[in-house]
């Protein structure tokens, strides 16, 4: 069954506004990762974050996690057109574990 | 490093006509995972493989779905008959074992008519 939960599903914004994304989940979790997606191709591996982190950086990436509320926020900055795509959070029991996916956020940047 | 690799790319069966993919993983990737992901949804695991053993195959419907990973490398899944609700796009995806973080491949579309 799918775990995660991604708020909102859909998304439009202009190039330049920063995106959020929301994600909650519903049992304890090793790892969150978020993936994207672009129309008609496979997931694309974007952040990993751990359970005993909050926050973390990749580039114009910011993830933030909360154990306590079981969420987590993927945050765009400064988004591009090349970002429109759909985002995947996904949790996980720990390394060999399965990951469980939500039903994801359609991201529309618009020039 | 070459990526996962996943045939066809694209597959038009009639419902209860029987169809298989193909994915080939990283070298050296000892886990290989299938994933149905239908239109709007995220993926759903399949089955999981370490090498050439079965780890988690719950979510897969057994009386129509099968799955084998012979030498522990390359990877076949078979629908028997398939449905119209088969209709998605299989994806492949592997890992070093203790690595947590997938490559996935680009996905064979089924569509079922």
């Known amino acids: 069954s799918q775990q995660g939960e991604e708020d909102p599903q859909a998304l439009s914004i202009q190039e330049g506004e920063n995106a959020t994304m929301n994600c909650s989940y519903k049992?304890?979790?090793?790892?969150l990762q978020w993936y994207r997606q672009n129309s008609g191709r496979g997931l694309v591996h974007l952040i990993l974050?751990?359970?005993?982190?909050r926050e973390k950086h990749s580039g114009r990436l910011r993830v933030t996690l909360d154990t306590s509320k079981k969420s987590s926020s993927l945050l765009i900055t400064a988004s591009r057109a090349a970002d429109t795509a759909s985002y995947f959070c996904?949790?996980?029991?720990?390394?060999?574990?399965?990951?469980?996916f939500g039903k994801g956020t359609s991201l529309l940047v618009t020039p | 490093e070459a990526g996962v690799a996943q045939s066809p790319r694209y597959k038009i069966i009639e419902k209860r006509q029987s169809v298989a993919f193909w994915c080939n993983p990283i070298?050296?990737?000892?886990?290989l995972y299938w994933y149905q992901q239908i239109l709007g949804q995220g993926p759903k695991l399949l089955i999981q493989?370490?090498?050439?053993?079965?780890?988690?195959d719950s979510q897969l419907p057994k009386d129509r779905f099968s799955a084998e990973r012979l030498k522990g490398v390359d990877s076949t899944l078979k629908i028997q008959p398939a449905k119209l609700e088969d209709s998605a796009v299989y994806l492949c995806?592997?890992?070093?074992?203790?690595?947590?973080?997938?490559?996935f491949g680009s996905g064979t579309r089924l569509t079922v008519v």
């Open positions: 049992t304890s979790i090793n790892n």
């Open positions: 493989f370490q090498n050439n053993g079965v780890v988690d």
């Open positions: 996904a949790t996980d029991g720990g390394s060999g574990y399965a990951l469980n």
């Open positions: 995806a592997s890992s070093y074992t203790g690595v947590v973080g997938y490559t």
């Open positions: 974050i751990r359970s005993n982190e």
């Open positions: 070298s050296g990737h000892a886990t």
